[in-house]
């Protein structure tokens, strides 16, 4: 059975994940940008059974890359640039509508991608809010600037519902699992530069090879 200490989430642990996923020529390393996003879905399993389908959908989207790491093709896999590049080399990914790749890496890292633009909106809001501010209204305001626009009508219903659940600002401060309030706020003040670099790279090279509408 599973270490329940593993199972907690740590913001710290997602920042090194995030952190390796850089390489010095910025080529982002798809084996870390995994790591930070099961570190990701242990928040999202934490905050109740609400969230449970948007774990589940990064679950399965993060496996879904591990096992192209895991293929033969794995080493083509390594980074999200050399992924890009395989892909379209060989035709491998839908490029206007869905056909026969509907799971291709790119398309993939695509969702986990848009999915980290809220992440980093809400995170900022969260390091710059005061106490009284509802996590709820962050996340929903955090969403519907970003990932709402490529969601049905009834994901995002889901999503708002889930929100409402989430815990108040003192107690998310302490699912952050990293000590005080001012220590939560100095993690956050170097993760989310840190997740803004990461999509910023993402988007430009997506951007370059018209890959931002897969479907
Ligand atoms: C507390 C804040 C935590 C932020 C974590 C962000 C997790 C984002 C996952 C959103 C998933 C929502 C439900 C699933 C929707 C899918 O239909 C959608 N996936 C995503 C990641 O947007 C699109 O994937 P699909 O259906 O085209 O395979």
């Known amino acids: 059975m599973a270490d329940s200490e593993n199972q907690k989430f740590c913001l710290q642990e997602v920042l090194e994940s995030f952190k390796s996923c850089l390489s010095p020529e910025k080529e982002i390393y798809i084996e870390h940008y995994v790591s930070g996003w099961k570190g990701l879905v242990k928040l999202l399993n934490s905050l109740g059974s609400l969230f449970g389908f948007i774990s589940k959908d990064a679950v399965s989207k993060t496996q879904i890359l591990m096992n192209f790491l895991k293929s033969e093709n794995g080493p083509h896999y390594a980074t999200v640039q050399s992924m890009v590049k395989f892909e379209l080399d060989n035709k491998l990914v839908d490029v206007d509508k869905k056909g026969i790749y509907p799971e291709s890496g790119c398309r993939t890292l695509l969702r986990l991608h848009r ?48 929100f409402y659940s989430l815990p108040v600002r003192p107690a998310f ?38 890959l931002l509408d897969l479907p």
């Not at 633009?117 to 509802?134: A, G, M, P």
């Not at 670099?197 to 370059?208: F, G, H, P, R, S």
Request: glycine share 4%; aromatic share 8%.
């Open 173 to 210: 401060f302490e699912v952050m699992n990293v000590g005080t309030p001012e220590q939560v706020v100095d993690v956050l003040g170097k993760a989310v530069p840190l997740l803004c670099e990461v999509y910023q790279i993402t988007e430009e090279l997506y951007q370059k090879h018209n």
């Open 115 to 162: 999915a980290l633009r809220w992440l980093q909106l809400f995170l900022e809001r969260l390091r710059t809010s005061k106490e009284d501010d509802k996590t709820s209204v962050m996340c929903r305001d955090a969403y519907n600037e970003s990932l709402a626009q490529h969601h049905t009508w009834l994901i995002r219903k889901s999503a708002g519902m889930a």
